[in-house]
C-alpha cells in the first residue's frame, strides 16, 4: 500500500476530522489521519498522511507556528469567539511596550491547563463534549513550551501575535492567561496556523486547488515522501538483504556514525526510500516503526 504525508491549508468551517475523511475518499485510501487537532474555527497548515505513513506522526518535528489574534476586555464560555460571553471589562491604556515585556515573560518552558473546549480526553471522554453538558472538570497541567511570543500589531482591543510553541500549547488558553494579567479578560478572535510538523503555508496545498486535482486524479502532486517529511532526522542507507531484514523487523547492525545517537533514525533503501525508522540501543538498530513489507 503506498504511503505519504500531504500538507493542507485547511480552511475555516470543518473539523479536522472532517477534512481527513474527505480527503480520505478523494484519495481513495483506507488510512489517514492528521496530526494535531485545529479548532473549526480556525485555518491553516493541517499535515496529513495516507497507509503506514500515519504511524510517523511522533517523528514529525514537533513544533508549530501561528497567527492568533486576541480581544482584550471580554471572555467567552469557549475562550474564543465561538462562545458566549461570560464577562466585559475596559481594556487599559497599553502601549506596544508594556505589551512586549509582558509577552516575554511567556517564553520559555511552562504548564499549561487545557481548556474545557478541547479535544483531550477525561475517562475516555473528549473534553469538548463534557463541556456541552455545562459542566466542567479538573484537567491536570501540561508541560509546554513557547519559543517565541511576538507582538504583529496592536489596534485595540485586538493585539495580533505570532506564537511558536511546541505540540500541545493551546493558543485560547494562552489568551486567558494575558486577559487576566492584563486585568480585563481576553478570548482569541482568529488563528491561523502559519507552520506545523515542519511544513509552511508556503509549503501547504490550497484546499480548493487540492480538492480540483484529487478530482482529475492528479492529487499526488501534492504527495509528500517520507523520507523528505523526516529529513530532520539522521539516516542509514542498508542494501537488498539489510531491506529484507527490515521489512521482517529485524534489528541491523548500528553503524558508527550512529552508535552514538539516543534519537529515532531513518533507514533508506538505495532508492532513498523510507523503511522504517528505528532506535539506536547497545551497538544495533531496533526497527521501532517499519512501513517496507516483507516481499512475496
Not at 186 to 195: D, G, N, Q
Amino acid at each position: 500500500m503506498p504511503a505519504g504525508l500531504l500538507a493542507l491549508r485547511k480552511p475555516g468551517g470543518p473539523t479536522s476530522a472532517a477534512v481527513a475523511e474527505r480527503v480520505r475518499r478523494l484519495i481513495g485510501q483506507r488510512r489517514v489521519g492528521h496530526s494535531g487537532t485545529l479548532d473549526p474555527a480556525a485555518d491553516g497548515v493541517l499535515v496529513m498522511a495516507y497507509g503506514s505513513a500515519t504511524g510517523l506522526f511522533p517523528y514529525l518535528l514537533p513544533d508549530k507556528t501561528y497567527r492568533a489574534v486576541i480581544r482584550l476586555g471580554a471572555t467567552t464560555s469557549t475562550g474564543d469567539a465561538c462562545g458566549e460571553t461570560l464577562t466585559a471589562a475596559g481594556v487599559p491604556s497599553l502601549n506596544v511596550e508594556q505589551i512586549t515585556a509582558t509577552l516575554a515573560q511567556w517564553e520559555g518552558p511552562q504548564l499549561q491547563i487545557p481548556p474545557m473546549v478541547s479535544a483531550r480526553r477525561h475517562k475516555g471522554e473528549r473534553l469538548y463534549e463534557i463541556a456541552r453538558r455545562g459542566e466542567s472538570v479538573l484537567r491536570p497541567p501540561r508541560r509546554v513550551q513557547i519559543h517565541r511570543l511576538r507582538l504583529l500589531e496592536w489596534q485595540p482591543p485586538d493585539a495580533s501575535l505570532e506564537v511558536h510553541c511546541s505540540t500541545g500549547t493551546y493558543i485560547r488558553s494562552l489568551a486567558a492567561e494575558l486577559g487576566m494579567v492584563w486585568g480585563c479578560g481576553a478570548h482569541l478572535l482568529r488563528l491561523t496556523r502559519t507552520a506545523c510538523n515542519g511544513f509552511t503555508w508556503e509549503q501547504a496545498a490550497d484546499w480548493d486547488a487540492f480538492q480540483i486535482a484529487a478530482a482529475a486524479g492528479n492529487w499526488r502532486r501534492y504527495a509528500v515522501e517520507p523520507a523528505q517529511a523526516l529529513a530532520h532526522l539522521p539516516s542509514v542507507t542498508v542494501d537488498e538483504a539489510g531491506c529484507a531484514a527490515v521489512a521482517h523487523g529485524r534489528p541491523l547492525p548500528a553503524p558508527d556514525s550512529l552508535v552514538a545517537e539516543n534519537g529515532p533514525v531513518r533507514v533508506l533503501d538505495q532508492a532513498g526510500r523510507l523503511l522504517a525508522v528505528a532506535r539506536p540501543a547497545d551497538g544495533q538498530l531496533l526497527m521501532a516503526r517499519v512501513l517496507a513489507s516483507p516481499a512475496g
